[in-house]
């Protein structure tokens, strides 16, 4: 589901909901199913992040944050697989600016100021400032969700080229070691603990 639908419930689904849970389908299959750089990262992930706690009808805020930081993607990184890294990177980026807030009046101003120096001087700096300008960013990216178009593509471009995959790719399912309770953590009594995953299902 998306960060959308599992913060609350009650909004009407739509394509764009649909659309962000393939990145999840995609993000859970590899994780479960192939070998990532980094076991140790992964269930504290998929526990939090695909498999949400519900709090009565919203959900946390999680897949939210890893739209945004993708932290995770920094730590853990697919072997061999360079175009599925950078597929989960462009969608995550793709989808991110659905929660990101609308940009300011202000914002507005400097990005149509920043629009027309470009034009005007046809300079390069000017021309990278405007197109790195948070206006600029979040337009195409809501202009790229509102159809399917974009997302597909970027699909299509991961498929592309055969030599950024490996040559026998067969899905091995992963198990991860479960550890029991050791750090405790002082300020709120709670103990770190990492989830063994032989049976978990994305939400």
Same mark, same amino acid.
């Given at each position: 589901?998306?960060?959308?639908?599992?913060?609350?419930?009650?909004?009407?689904? =739509?394509?764009?909901? =649909?659309? /962000?849970?393939?990145?999840?389908?995609?993000?859970?299959?590899?994780?479960?199913?192939?070998?990532?750089?980094?076991?140790?990262?992964?269930?504290?992930?998929?526990?939090?992040?695909?498999?949400?706690?519900? +709090?009565?009808?919203?959900?946390?805020?999680?897949?939210?944050?890893?739209?945004? &930081?993708?932290?995770?993607?920094?730590?853990?990184?697919?072997?061999?697989?360079?175009?599925?890294?950078?597929?989960?990177?462009?969608?995550? =980026?793709?989808?991110?600016?659905?929660?990101?807030?609308?940009?300011?009046?202000?914002?507005?101003? /400097?990005?149509?100021?920043?629009?027309?120096?470009?034009?005007?001087?046809?300079?390069?700096?000017?021309?990278? &400032? +405007?197109? &790195?300008?948070?206006?600029?960013? +979040?337009?195409?990216?809501?202009?790229?969700?509102? =159809?399917?178009? &974009?997302?597909?593509?970027?699909?299509?471009?991961?498929?592309? +080229?055969?030599?950024?995959?490996?040559?026998?790719?067969?899905?091995?399912?992963?198990?991860?070691?479960?550890?029991?309770?050791?750090?405790?953590?002082?300020?709120?009594?709670?103990?770190?603990?990492?989830?063994?995953?032989?049976?978990?299902?994305?939400?």
């Amino acid at each position: 589901m998306s960060a959308r639908l599992i913060y609350d419930s009650g909004v009407l689904h =739509d394509f764009r909901d =649909d659309l /962000e849970s393939s990145l999840y389908v995609v993000l859970w299959t590899t994780l479960i199913y192939s070998e990532v750089s980094n076991k140790s990262q992964v269930m504290p992930f998929v526990n939090s992040v695909l498999n949400p706690q519900s +709090y009565e009808n919203s959900g946390g805020t999680t897949k939210e944050d890893f739209l945004k &930081a993708q932290s995770f993607l920094v730590h853990v990184h697919f072997p061999n697989r360079p175009a599925l890294h950078q597929l989960i990177r462009n969608l995550a =980026d793709l989808f991110r600016f659905r929660y990101e807030p609308e940009p300011t009046e202000a914002q507005r101003e /400097e990005s149509n100021q920043l629009q027309l120096a470009s034009h005007k001087f046809q300079n390069a700096y000017v021309q990278n &400032a +405007y197109e &790195a300008h948070y206006c600029t960013r +979040y337009d195409q990216s809501m202009l790229k969700l509102k =159809d399917h178009a &974009a997302a597909i593509q970027l699909f299509e471009t991961a498929l592309r +080229y055969r030599s950024e995959w490996p040559n026998n790719d067969a899905s091995v399912k992963q198990f991860f070691e479960s550890k029991s309770p050791t750090e405790l953590v002082r300020k709120t009594n709670w103990r770190s603990t990492t989830h063994c995953a032989e049976e978990h299902h994305i939400e």
